[in-house]
């Protein structure tokens, strides 16, 4: 082992040069970063970076990536104290969301960062999320695939980005913080998921999964949805799962004759069906009032306070595995990350 952290970079905003055509992805970060550190760097881990090949705007990340990037950490396990992966922003929580449910606990801490405004330029925030994402990366055991952005360290699967604009572009509207960095690096143990001491595998093969393409979809409801829209996630044999963004505490417009068929179809089809709330604060509470209470008579599960990112994944995880329509439906409910609010 040459250096104690492996450094992913995936592209995204982070390690983005001017071009003719905007900002886009350059190779040779580890030069750059290196300068940003300069004066930093003794203080530091010794790092290495790795750059995927093409490096991508994050807006064209696939589920195919996650697995992509299982494989990597598979590949170089053993060779590293902790891994950095660098992501652009706008994908960050389906990405990080994931990985938690690929890894679950790990006896290796696996960070994720990226910035607002590239490294090198002006005012960019790139040096200190890299600067807290290296010096975390070998910190005490952070069992939780995690993101540190802004001087704040929070649980992957419960990140959400809420700004595009400004340098505190996430947050965890359902979670508290696992940790702060300020003067010094505070961390809550406490809120910390559990690794069993006694586990620390020598390799990552049992975590990779090959995601299905187009497998999960995701319906907003709002007044008058096009009747057309249910009827395409029906006739989609690629679709197994659709994750359904409710009003409120879970309510669905069940005077609508047209929903009512569709969540009839879904079932009668085994198609997976979550109700998941698009408030962004608290969660689902299905069959609280009329309007969501024969939701779960129709098989419909509910995702409690889980964000769109993380269910999504969780779904896309659960159908990798080839779990069958009716094992899904009992396996759902398992807090496997801590993606969940358990009362």
Not at 122 to 133: C, G, H, V
Not at 136 to 141: F, G, P, Q
Not at 191 to 199: A, G, K, T, V
Request: hydrophobic share 40%.
């Amino acid at each position: 082992m040459s250096a104690q952290v492996l450094v992913v970079y995936t592209g995204g905003t982070i390690g983005m040069t001017q071009t003719a055509q905007g900002l886009a992805p350059a190779s040779g970060l580890q030069d750059r970063i290196e300068r940003a550190l300069d004066g930093s760097l003794s203080s530091l881990p010794s790092f290495e970076v790795l750059e995927i090949s093409p490096l991508i705007d994050s807006a064209n990340i696939t589920p195919a990536h996650w697995t992509k990037l299982v494989s990597i950490l598979n590949i170089h396990w053993q060779d590293y104290d902790g891994f950095v992966i660098l992501h652009g922003t706008d994908t960050m929580a389906y990405t990080a969301s994931a990985l938690s449910f690929m890894l679950g606990a790990g006896s290796k801490n696996v960070i994720l960062t990226g910035s607002q405004i590239p490294l090198g330029m002006n005012r960019s925030d790139a040096t200190a999320n890299l600067q807290a994402a290296l010096s975390l990366a070998v910190i005490k055991s952070i069992p939780d695939v995690s993101l540190v952005f802004n001087g704040k360290l929070m649980r992957g699967n419960r990140i959400q980005k809420i700004s595009s604009g400004r340098f505190e572009a996430f947050h965890t509207p359902n979670d508290d913080l696992l940790g702060e960095l300020a003067i010094h690096i505070q961390l809550y143990p406490e809120r910390l998921s559990e690794f069993p001491s006694d586990q620390c595998p020598t390799n990552l093969d049992d975590k990779l999964v090959t995601f299905q393409s187009g497998a999960v979809a995701v319906l907003t409801l709002h007044p008058s949805l096009p009747i057309s829209v249910y009827q395409s996630v029906l006739d989609d044999q690629n679709c197994h799962g659709i994750i359904l963004m409710t009003y409120g505490a879970g309510n669905v417009p069940d005077q609508n004759p047209a929903f009512l068929s569709f969540l009839t179809e879904a079932m009668l089809r085994k198609k997976i069906v979550v109700n998941l709330t698009q408030c962004l604060h608290g969660g689902v509470s299905q069959g609280a009032y009329a309007a969501g209470s024969m939701l779960s008579s129709m098989n419909v599960l509910s995702g409690q306070d889980m964000t769109l990112e993380a269910a999504f994944c969780k779904l896309h995880w659960l159908i990798a595995k080839g779990e069958s329509y009716h094992s899904l439906m009992e396996k759902w409910s398992i807090n496997y990350a801590n993606e969940l609010t358990t009362k």
